[in-house]
């Protein structure tokens, strides 16, 4: 059961931004299609007639309060920001597999 094709991996490389070595790219492949290939088993299984779990704890755990602080002021968050157009953050738009030129 093949999920992971060549050409679902160069896609899954255009959107993460990376770019992996043909080996890279088959270890990957084979890594990804071996997490499938479990999920498929666990599909199968058969579980009617099981309980679900039990409740959570009644404890809360390591929770902290929450407290309010100050938050990042938008020009603080701009200040970091490779582009900013107006208002917003400005990114390079994606069009097929090649980024737009003038972004």
Same mark, same amino acid.
């Given at each position: 059961?093949?999920?992971?094709?060549?050409?679902?991996?160069?896609?899954?490389?255009?959107?993460? =931004?990376?770019?992996?070595? *043909?080996?890279?790219?088959?270890? #990957?492949? =084979? *890594?990804?299609?071996?997490?499938? %290939?479990?999920?498929?088993?666990l599909?199968? #299984? *058969?579980?009617?007639? #099981?309980? $679900?779990?039990?409740? $959570? $704890?009644?404890? $809360?755990? %390591? /929770?902290? +309060?929450d407290?309010?602080?100050?938050?990042?002021?938008?020009?603080?968050?701009?200040?970091?920001?490779?582009?900013?157009?107006? +208002?917003?953050? %400005?990114v390079p738009?994606?069009?097929?597999?090649?980024?737009? +030129?003038? /972004?």
């Amino acid at each position: 059961m093949t999920v992971f094709s060549d050409r679902t991996m160069k896609r899954l490389e255009m959107l993460a =931004g990376i770019q992996l070595t *043909d080996e890279e790219r088959e270890s #990957l492949k =084979g *890594d990804l299609n071996g997490i499938l %290939a479990h999920f498929s088993v666990l599909q199968r #299984l *058969d579980v009617d007639g #099981l309980l $679900p779990s039990g409740p $959570p $704890p009644k404890e $809360p755990g %390591a /929770w902290r +309060e929450d407290a309010l602080v100050p938050s990042l002021t938008q020009e603080g968050s701009f200040e970091s920001a490779s582009r900013v157009r107006e +208002e917003f953050f %400005a990114v390079p738009l994606l069009r097929g597999y090649e980024l737009e +030129e003038n /972004w």
